[in-house]
């Protein structure tokens, strides 16, 4: 029964995929929008760049502590870090519009950021948090570390810290930051495409330069920079942003964005739900930064978006090309 239960979800969230190209309010929890939600720039720790409140609504189970479990398949269940820091992110911004006040939601967010303190293991340089599944696109296997994952711990714990004044958030984020220092050869997160350094949400074979996941791996440099002026989080900062601006061009396609670089110069179309990210991170990362070259990328990429025929043409390819 959990196996038939299992193929008929998958073949809705197939479908909902699908129609989100047209139908973009028909999402499930997994492609759910989180918008920019900054229109400035920010000096100062506060509600997370993206409007992650969607994701405080986690349809799966929990422990007894009341972290998410995470369904690997339709028998096993694990703790997926990125999936903890998503909901915790969530926590914190309902937080913000209650202003603290909310004693159930603090001790939820408490909760997630606990947990990545005791959960966090060590690596071959700093700390971070292992995924426990294989990832067969990339030939990578359990247990393995990403810059996605490692970014949004960061912006969860600097915002742990914020709220506690407890340094055990602090340290477990200045630790978590260590392993970007180290390529992804000698057991870090970063990685060189076209001669240009990139962090990977994906650490493989060969360069695999995910742009979400570079992304969110900024907002965590950001995010430790504002909580204690960290120069190694100032440094990765501003390095990102040459990158970003070297490769930006790389993952534009003339009329959708690509997903990732990792079989370049064949394309990787981005699934609706990823261009729209991207569109939303280039732009909070646009006002945190000033860089032109960010409001001009995104601002292209929502033309192309807003065309019927460029959102067809996208999905047609996802169709005939992709599993995602």
Not at 200 to 226: I, Q, R, W
Request: contains cysteine; positive net charge.
């Amino acid at each position: 029964m959990k196996k038939i239960r299992s193929i008929l979800n998958s073949n809705y969230y197939r479908l909902s995929k699908v129609l989100m190209y047209y139908f973009p309010s028909m999402v499930t929890y997994w492609d759910t929008m989180t918008p920019c939600q900054i229109s400035s720039g920010v000096n100062a720790i506060g509600k997370y760049y993206l409007n992650f409140r969607s994701k405080y609504n986690y349809p799966g189970n929990f422990s007894v502590n009341g972290i998410p479990r995470y369904n690997l398949t339709y028998e096993i269940e694990i703790y997926n870090p990125t999936v903890i820091c998503q909901y915790a992110l969530g926590i914190f911004d309902l937080l913000s519009d209650k202003r603290s006040e909310d004693k159930v939601l603090l001790e939820k967010f408490i909760a997630q950021s606990d947990w990545l303190v005791d959960n966090q293991q060590k690596l071959d340089h700093g700390y971070g948090w292992y995924l426990n599944y294989d990832v067969n696109i990339y030939k990578i296997k359990s247990p393995w570390i990403s810059a996605l994952t490692q970014g949004e711990a960061i912006s969860v714990l600097s915002r742990a810290y914020l709220l506690s004044k407890n340094n055990k958030y602090l340290d477990t984020a200045e630790q978590a930051i260590i392993p970007f220092e180290y390529k992804v050869s000698e057991g870090g997160l970063y990685n060189y495409f076209n001669d240009i350094l990139i962090f990977e949400e994906y650490p493989c074979n060969k360069p695999n330069v995910v742009l979400n996941g570079f992304l969110f791996a900024v907002f965590g440099f950001y995010d430790l920079y504002l909580t204690n002026s960290n120069q190694i989080a100032k440094k990765l900062f501003d390095i990102s942003l040459i990158s970003l601006e070297k490769i930006i061009n790389f993952f534009d396609a003339k009329f959708w964005s690509q997903y990732n670089l990792y079989n370049y110069p064949g394309t990787y179309l981005a699934s609706y739900k990823y261009h729209i990210l991207h569109i939303e991170q280039l732009k909070a990362l646009y006002y945190l930064s000033g860089k032109e070259f960010l409001k001009e990328t995104y601002k292209r990429w929502e033309y192309y978006n807003s065309r019927f025929s460029s959102r067809s043409k996208a999905l047609l390819w996802k169709l005939t090309n992709s599993n995602e």
